[in-house]
């Protein structure tokens, strides 16, 4: 029997275009942000996923759309 893991992934979109990308995996949510190499950390909830790419845009940035793939 094989083992198949579902991935999601979510792209947050800010005014000048994509800002990071959220991917779902057996870890939890991965947020990686547009122009670094490395993810920016592992996340139990959606949620808290979201409000880390949200603090490290610019200080007074809107919430990025969130747009699944």
Known sequence: MSE?????????YGPG???GTIQKDAEGYAVHMTGRD???GVYPTMEIAKNAVHSHLKPGS????????
């Open 62 to 69: 809107d919430r990025p759309q969130f747009r699944e793939h």
């Open 17 to 19: 275009g994509v800002v």
């Open 38 to 40: 490395e993810r920016l």
């Open 4 to 12: 198949t893991t579902t991935r999601r992934l979510w792209v947050a």
